[in-house]
């Protein structure tokens, strides 16, 4: 930050680490630093895709990258980031879509929220019962 | 006036979140964990070419595009604005290195999904 020096010499508030004052924006930092997870694994994808389309034995070293235990490591912490994101998306979503009136009554935030949830769940299960199916 | 360029990356960020959240989670674990540790679907569940197979099916091919690409671009959008919290002003060089990278990803992911073919 430049500031012009003079006679008179204004208190300027620092502003570093300005989000660990205070829990509330320790959660929204943490919530925002998931989009890293969310870019790291569309790294993982794409490369896993560029692999794929270099033939058999470059797909399987890129199997061969995941069996690592940094990479174990690496999707544990993924894991926990996309679940903080799913979490934390819906909370959000009712203040961040138009508000949505159903006979007359304006539906809940929390209604919102829980319907979220409840879609993550539902596509979870599915992708599950889908790779079951896949894998005979 | 100039129509401004932010509704499209908006609608980005907004589809790849909310696919990253309702797809995310159950994805990093069957890719990144369960494949590898084999369990609970077996050592064979990501073998050449079983995802050949499903790379070269359309719903296949277009469902790993739309995943990477839009976690892509809502990732790449989030870290830009974000950045501004923590003193690093938007401007055109994080644009062009958030927007940049996710552009960089997409292109390779298309890339490598058309060369795989139908």
Redesign the interface.
């Known amino acids: 930050m430049s500031v012009k020096v003079g006679v008179r010499r204004p208190y300027i508030r620092p502003?570093q680490g300005w989000?660990r004052r205070d829990p509330f924006f320790i959660r929204y930092?943490l919530r925002?630093?998931t989009?890293?997870a969310?870019?790291a694994?569309?790294?993982?994808?794409?490369v896993?895709?560029?692999r794929?389309?270099q033939g058999?034995a470059a797909?399987?070293a890129w199997?061969a990258a995941?069996?690592t235990p940094g990479?174990?490591l690496?999707?544990?912490v993924?894991?926990v980031s996309?679940?903080v994101?799913?979490r934390s998306?819906?909370e959000i979503m009712p203040k961040t879509m138009p508000m949505m009136f159903v006979g007359g009554h304006r539906v809940e935030g929390s209604a919102i929220t829980r319907t979220?949830w409840t879609?993550?769940v539902v596509?979870?299960l599915a992708?599950?019962a889908l790779?079951?199916w896949?894998?005979k | 006036m100039k129509r401004s360029n932010a509704p499209i990356f908006w609608l980005l960020f907004g589809g790849g979140g909310m696919l990253a959240a309702l797809f995310g989670t159950v994805l990093v674990f069957i890719t990144g964990l369960a494949a590898p540790l084999a369990w609970p679907f077996g050592p064979d569940l990501l073998s050449y070419p079983r995802v050949l197979a499903f790379a070269q099916n359309w719903i296949g091919k277009g469902f790993l595009f739309v995943i990477i690409m839009l976690f892509a671009w809502h990732a790449a959008h989030r870290i830009k604005v974000t950045l501004h919290d923590v003193g690093i002003h938007p401007g055109p060089v994080s644009k062009l290195v958030c927007y940049g990278g996710a552009m960089a990803i997409t292109v390779v992911a298309a890339a490598s999904l058309l060369s795989i073919g139908f």
Not at chain 1, 41 to 46: G, P, Q, R
Request: hydrophobic share 70%; net charge neutral; aromatic share 20%.
């Open positions: 502003m989000w930092m925002e630093a989009a890293f969310v870019l694994y569309s790294i993982v994808l794409a896993g895709v560029a794929l389309a058999e797909w399987n199997l995941l069996k990479s174990i690496l999707h544990l993924l894991l996309f679940a994101h799913a998306w819906f979220g879609a993550t596509v979870t992708m599950f790779t079951w896949w894998k």
